[in-house]
């Protein structure tokens, strides 16, 4: 039986399962490679600290990345170091080597990827990342094979955990989102600092990744709409479960080819955002740290993926979905294919602009009790194209503001963002109003 030699780059916590997987179930992968497998080195800045279930004392370890990178006899390098630099840097080196990688860096992906890509093409080798969208659900192999006889029509869902986490205890316990988020960080389940989760940023960076491969497009992350979660509050968590909704942190693209009258809707929206989903959806069911994804193809219709997310076993599983294909091929001589790579298809779609999506919309007015108020909101909301569905208006209190909420019918953004402009510079309003897209129509 033939040998294939890793390099481990990073020993954190997916580094860490990467390891217990190979070492509680060597005999099962390597059946499944068609090879055995060898550990050549683990390099990690940080060579003392305790790992949970790992004896360090028996791996090859190094403070040294270049131990991995200039070995010639490593063939596969896994990098868990995370962040742009150095991963970007040694990514490119362990490339230019003729090294196939293996990586969960879905950041780096998001900001470089088309160049690592490139650079793995022009290498002949493999850049494989199914463990950088949604963890241990195999998304990335299901859009780039299973669905390769589709035009997707729609990719959207919830692929952050941590904010799935914050409103599913909103929604659940009427807590406000400090409270819940100060919980998750002492369960582990949000960083110290938790910017890229709270604020939509690694929902962007995945979703920047799966429409490069469902729409063969490459799409910029700085052109990705993204907003988070910290200014939902639990007054719209409340009236959300009153209209039949729950609010979900969504990743969302749509294609579509329309023209004619609106050929402003051609082209694909890429966008993350709070969104309002009816409760009797599956995708309102996903709570906790759970993942889930929705797939429209024109042939297979709707799928969808659900599972953990993140974790140190379920991502450590993705990355050996990736590393035991890679050794497979190199035990039998089966070299790597440069049409496996994301690449921008020939007729790849434009970039929407967001203000011309078109969905309905949720909005909560701070208004002061007085006749004619609901009457001059309604009024601009009419000049702007945008009907009604339904109001809820609680409460009566002449000088103190109250809220009056709406459902519109679908509408255009920009339509709805010059209507609120106009609607927050009335007298009578008080503060600005809130306004939460909706998915699935009104209930």
Request: hydrophobic share 45%; glycine share 10%; net charge neutral.
């Amino acid at each position: 039986m033939s040998e294939v030699r890793i390099g481990l780059l990073g020993l954190g916590t997916v580094g860490g399962g990467v390891v217990k997987l190979l070492e509680s179930r060597r005999a099962l992968l390597e059946e499944r490679a068609g090879c055995r497998l060898t550990l050549a080195a683990v390099a990690d800045t940080d060579l003392t600290r305790p790992r949970e279930g790992l004896d360090l004392r028996r791996l090859p370890m190094t403070a040294d990345a270049a131990r991995v990178l200039d070995d010639p006899s490593v063939q596969i390098v896994i990098e868990l170091i995370g962040g742009l630099e150095p991963a970007r840097s040694f990514i490119l080196r362990a490339l230019a080597a003729g090294k196939h990688v293996v990586t969960a860096n879905k950041a780096l992906l998001a900001h470089h990827g088309a160049e690592l890509y490139d650079e793995a093409r022009r290498r002949g080798v493999t850049l494989a990342f199914e463990a950088a969208v949604a963890g241990g659900i195999p998304l990335i192999r299901a859009v780039k094979e299973g669905l390769a006889a589709n035009r997707i029509r729609s990719v959207f869902g919830i692929v952050n955990g941590t904010s799935n986490y914050i409103l599913s205890k909103m929604t659940g316990e009427g807590l406000d989102f400090s409270t819940v988020l100060k919980e998750a960080q002492a369960h582990g389940y949000a960083e110290a600092d938790p910017t890229l989760d709270v604020e939509g940023l690694d929902s962007a960076h995945k979703l920047q990744i799966l429409v490069t491969l469902a729409f063969r497009t490459f799409v910029d992350l700085k052109d990705i709409h993204t907003e988070g979660i910290t200014r939902v509050g639990q007054q719209d968590i409340a009236y959300a479960s009153e209209l039949g909704y729950r609010i979900k942190l969504l990743a969302i693209a749509k294609a579509s080819d329309r023209g004619g009258e609106r050929a402003e809707d051609a082209g694909v929206e890429v966008r993350v955002h709070p969104t309002m989903i009816p409760a009797a959806s599956p995708m309102a069911a996903v709570s906790g740290v759970f993942n889930a994804v929705f797939i429209t193809g024109d042939a297979v219709g709707d799928l969808m993926f659900y599972g953990r997310g993140a974790g140190q076993l379920p991502t450590a599983s993705a990355i050996w979905s990736d590393a035991l294909e890679i050794a497979r091929r190199i035990a039998h001589g089966v070299p790597a294919l440069a049409l496996e790579l994301p690449q921008a298809g020939a007729a790849a779609l434009p970039l929407r602009p967001m203000d011309t999506i078109r969905c309905c919309y949720y909005l909560r007015v701070m208004a002061r009790d007085r006749p004619g108020v609901l009457s001059r909101v309604a009024g601009i909301l009419g000049d702007n194209d945008i009907s009604i569905a339904s109001v809820i208006q609680k409460g009566r209190a002449a000088e103190e503001a109250v809220p009056v909420v709406m459902m519109s019918h679908e509408a255009r953004e920009r339509d709805m963002r010059v209507a609120l402009a106009a609607i927050d510079r009335l007298p009578d309003v008080a503060a600005a109003t809130t306004m939460i897209r909706v998915e699935g129509g009104p209930a």
